[in-house]
């Protein structure tokens, strides 16, 4: 038995069904996918009506069928090679009890492989835990050597809160024009505003789909699916699209507000000009958001033309704001709030925070910023902040 495991469901997913195009010459082996939003019941039912060489699972699911003692965990003795895929992903997720106690479960003698995008302290830590003494390490980047795909033409551009919606909507209406087959995904800080996002250009009549945590396991891997098999589309999306996912053919991808890090950013960049395509990345910051421009500094990337916004443009963008239900626009506004809070170069000055929150509200056609819970609040350092409204 093989076993591989990675920590977002939808890669799972599609890794499974790669495997079995890839396979379907070979009469006997089969694959078979372990991941949440199923039934765990249906799980055995499949393992044991169809018997699998090939297992690949995520950590949460793969455990639960470790420690119900129904016999997987047997099945398990036989197991030849362990793959983790996007070990840094599943450390980044707080995956490593899990797979500690994964690792304890299948047998010494076995071929273990992991893959990293970036080889982090931890990284390092757990592959002490699963690969051999005599391991061997193959970078396939390079001392030096750019972190990026050199066919794909980085820009970043600085603008006022108030005009990122219009530019987003403006770029993609560029961008359609100049690719005749056009594929973009738009990356947001958060899933309420990619969900913001994704009402606004769905009201401007783009070919929009959203993907983000907040929506159900099936629905996004529908749209997983939709997207890898479309052209002019767009995919508004949060960071669960940012890494492992193969899309064919995307042409641009669009950064709206500051990645979490410069990590994240590349893997977002990497997700166009895959298999030697060429591709656009835009990174669309705040005026106070240009800071993190040092941290990618030695990435061939430019300054970006700002685009004229005529008067009827803004004006069709204002409106479709106008028509965004409330309950989303106030959803976004705590979001925002919060993933900026967590990032220390802004949440550390709470009086600023503030303050940039209210521009972020009014950017999203509200007109005073929405109540926060009390413990909310405490939580985040904001009870007593000016420009922060809590609840009584």
């Not at 249906?42 to 044991?48: A, G, I, P, T, W």
């Not at 970006?304 to 409106?319: A, R």
């Not at 967590?342 to 910023?369: W, Y």
Request: proline share 4%; hydrophobic share 40%; aromatic share 8%.
């Amino acid at each position: 038995m093989f076993l591989l495991f990675v920590p977002p469901r939808e890669l799972a997913i599609q890794v499974a069904a790669e495997a079995n195009v890839l396979l379907k010459h070979h009469a006997g082996i089969g694959v078979q996918t372990l991941t949440g939003g199923t039934r765990f019941k249906m799980d055995q039912k499949r393992l044991e009506s169809n018997p699998c060489q090939i297992i690949v699972a995520t950590p949460g699911r793969l455990l639960d069928h470790i420690e119900n003692k129904s016999g997987f965990s047997v099945r398990l003795m036989g197991l030849k090679m362990l793959i983790l895929d996007e070990a840094d992903h599943l450390l980044d997720l707080g995956y490593r009890k899990d797979t500690e106690k994964i690792v304890d479960s299948v047998p010494r003698q076995r071929q273990s492989l992991l893959f990293s995008a970036t080889i982090p302290r931890e990284v390092r830590r757990i592959s002490q835990l699963v690969l051999k003494r005599d391991h061997v390490f193959v970078d396939t980047v390079g001392l030096g050597c750019v972190e990026t795909h050199a066919k794909v033409l980085q820009s970043y551009l600085i603008a006022p809160h108030q005009l990122h919606f219009h530019l987003v909507y403006n770029l993609l209406k560029e961008h359609m024009q100049q690719e005749l087959d056009y594929k973009v995904i738009v990356f947001c800080t958060t899933a309420m505003v990619a969900a913001f996002m994704y009402v606004l250009l769905r009201d401007l009549k783009m070919n929009v789909r959203e993907m983000h945590s907040r929506k159900p396991q099936l629905y996004r891997s529908r749209i997983s699916d939709e997207f890898r098999e479309s052209k002019c589309i767009i995919l508004v999306t949060s960071d669960v699209s940012a890494r492992g996912m193969n899309y064919p053919d995307v042409t641009l991808v669009i950064q709206v507000g500051i990645p979490p890090d410069r990590e994240q950013y590349i893997h977002r960049l990497g997700r166009t000009g895959r298999q030697g395509r060429d591709g656009k990345g835009i990174l669309l910051l705040a005026p106070w958001e240009e800071y993190f421009m040092e941290q990618i500094k030695d990435l061939p990337i430019k300054k970006y033309q700002l685009l004229d916004l005529d008067s009827d443009t803004k004006q069709k963008v204002e409106d479709s704001i106008g028509r965004v239900d409330p309950s989303i626009k106030e959803a976004a506004y705590h979001a925002w709030l919060g993933y900026y809070n967590s990032i220390r170069e802004v949440g550390r000055d709470k009086t600023m925070l503030a303050d940039l929150a209210n521009q972020f509200c009014h950017s999203i056609g509200l007109e005073k910023p929405p109540a926060l819970f009390r413990r909310t609040a405490l939580k985040m350092g904001l009870k007593g902040i000016p420009g922060i409204r809590v609840q009584k």
